[in-house]
């Protein structure tokens, strides 16, 4: 799917997104991938949503985001024991279905927020 351009200099572009990976910035990242407020991070993650762990999100709390949207592939998976652990380190989560988490990062980064997504491909 592809999405609007959004209005943030300087920030990480999230072009498109298919089953298997995202567009950023113009280039194609195969996998997860993590947009946070420095460089993207690809390939980021495990294969499956439920071997995520606090240890994946390590660079997001040296300059943590105001919101961290967790995309879990093509359909939303609380995870609720991960999501616990990154609160209880001061990062503000929602856990959504990846296509929802890119609409949202979006919109949030076209309001220039201090959003950071983890995002697994909307395929897994």
């Known amino acids: 799917m592809k999405l609007h351009l959004q ?11 298919d089953a298997r990976g995202f567009v950023v ?18 390939p980021w993650g495990p ?7 606090v240890d994946h999100f390590q660079l997001l709390r040296e300059d943590p985001p105001e919101i961290l949207l967790l995309g879990t592939g093509s359909r ?3 995870l609720l024991a ?3 652990q990154l ?9 959504m279905d990846t296509p929802a988490a890119c609409r949202t990062y979006t919109i949030l ?16």
């Open 109 to 124: 980064l076209s309001e220039d927020r201090r959003v950071a997504a983890a995002l697994l491909p909307a395929g897994w």
């Open 87 to 95: 609160r209880s380190q001061g990062l503000t989560v929602e856990m």
């Open 47 to 53: 294969e499956r949503p439920e071997d995520l762990h």
């Open 76 to 78: 939303q998976r609380l």
């Open 7 to 17: 209005a943030a200099v300087g920030r990480h572009r999230l072009q498109s997104y």
């Open 25 to 42: 910035n113009g280039n194609y990242h195969s996998g997860g991938t993590l947009l946070g407020l420095r460089d993207p991070i690809h």
């Open 82 to 84: 991960l999501l616990s």
